[in-house]
């Protein structure tokens, strides 16, 4: 979500400043690539990149494409074929040995459908969404682009094609990113989840690193703490929302979703375990407790004295001490273990070294289905 954010605030300050601006997406992979399809980078005519569709090989030469585009307001399909180490014909080594699809569309400003507009919607509310982009393999002079956004409440379909929005809904429930390729076309639906929700209750020191990290991943980030001389914006400018309230009124003050992870980290035992009561029934995916482990057990063994249920599904989503074991000894270390481990839960990983992994890193079987 950082990345898409990132490209909406330059097309904003590109609007601004009167620029051309063309959006590049990576539509198909075959092979291995360093970007997934739904990759994007947004391209101005004076040659400001933000974004990334590639590890940095393709972006020289996606520039003159997207400026193409732009010249001659046309949707353009761009086929990066390096299945060789060295691909001389285009001048460019990817160094991944696969084939990547890029769909170059120039911005209409006056179009308030056009797929920047459309990409906004995502960051308006915390709801999953699906953006959908049809491009045409047979026919690269035809590239319809983006033109389908769907949420739980809210549609824009600007085609026809059919089964469009039946398959955006299926791709929304199952939370899924898909290529569907038809007789006359192919369609890339793009299951774009809100950025995670880190919830820090505790504005200690040791809390600054991890809004630093979050920053950076663009996580949106709130603060907790009952202390006025700590939860202040002096010590956390970066933070979306500092909250300076009691335990009890933490729930109120936070809406916690299944996007949403919780660290406990006041180092005041009797504002955790008060908080960690009310996490337990929530939604919120992860949730970490700092200190050593007969810490948490103790927490635990205090809420089931008291009459609290705690069942195997709320177990599973507690985490303490939190962190992935990376030797962490710092707090910047420990911040970025802790974050580490909130990525790889998030992602349904186990945050073990790549080199270890003996299937693929991408699951192609979720990105590309023949009807």
């Known amino acids: 979500m950082k990345e898409l954010n990132d490209i909406i605030l330059a097309y904003d300050k590109a609007v601004a400043q009167n620029k051309k601006t063309a959006l590049a997406t990576v539509v198909r992979v075959e092979g291995s690539s360093y970007r997934r399809p739904g990759a994007r980078m947004l391209v101005t005519e004076d040659g400001e990149l933000t974004g990334a569709i590639s590890g940095g090989c393709l972006e020289g030469d996606a520039l003159l494409k997207a400026r193409f585009a732009m010249f001659q307001q046309q949707n353009k399909l761009e086929i990066y074929e390096t299945t060789d180490e060295d691909d001389a ?174 660290i406990l980290m006041t180092h005041n035992y009797n504002y955790d375990i008060a908080t960690l009561e009310q996490l337990i029934h929530t939604s919120c995916h992860f949730i970490g407790v700092l200190g050593p482990k007969k810490k948490l057990q103790r927490m635990l063994d205090d809420l089931t004295g008291k009459g609290v249920k705690i069942n195997g599904d709320a177990l599973n989503r507690i985490y303490g001490p939190a962190g992935l074991d990376i030797g962490a000894e710092t707090s910047e270390e420990i911040a970025l273990s802790i974050l580490a481990e909130i990525k790889a839960v998030f992602s349904n990983r186990k945050g073990a070294s790549l080199k270890e992994r003996i299937i693929e890193i991408h699951e192609r079987s979720t990105l590309w289905q023949h009807e």
């Open 89 to 262: 014909r285009l001048g460019v080594q990817l160094g991944c040995n696969g084939v990547v699809y890029i769909l170059f569309e120039p911005i209409k400003n006056e179009d308030r459908n056009n797929p920047i507009n459309l990409l906004k919607r995502t960051a308006l509310k915390r709801k999953d969404a699906i953006i959908a982009t049809v491009f045409n393999l047979r026919n690269k002079r035809q590239q319809t682009g983006t033109c389908c956004f769907i949420n739980d409440d809210e549609k824009i379909l600007l085609n026809d094609y059919p089964d469009l929005e039946t398959n955006a809904q299926t791709c929304l429930k199952q939370k899924n990113s898909v290529v569907k390729e038809y007789d006359d076309c192919c369609v890339l639906y793009q299951f774009i989840p809100p950025p995670i929700q880190l919830v820090l209750v505790g504005a200690g020191n040791d809390a600054q690193p991890l809004t630093e990290l979050a920053y950076l991943l663009g996580w949106d980030l709130i603060i907790v703490d009952g202390r006025p001389a700590y939860a202040t914006r002096a010590r956390f400018p970066k933070a979306g929302r500092i909250c300076m309230v009691k335990p009890s009124e933490v729930l109120s003050a936070v809406d916690i979703d299944e996007h949403t992870a919780v």
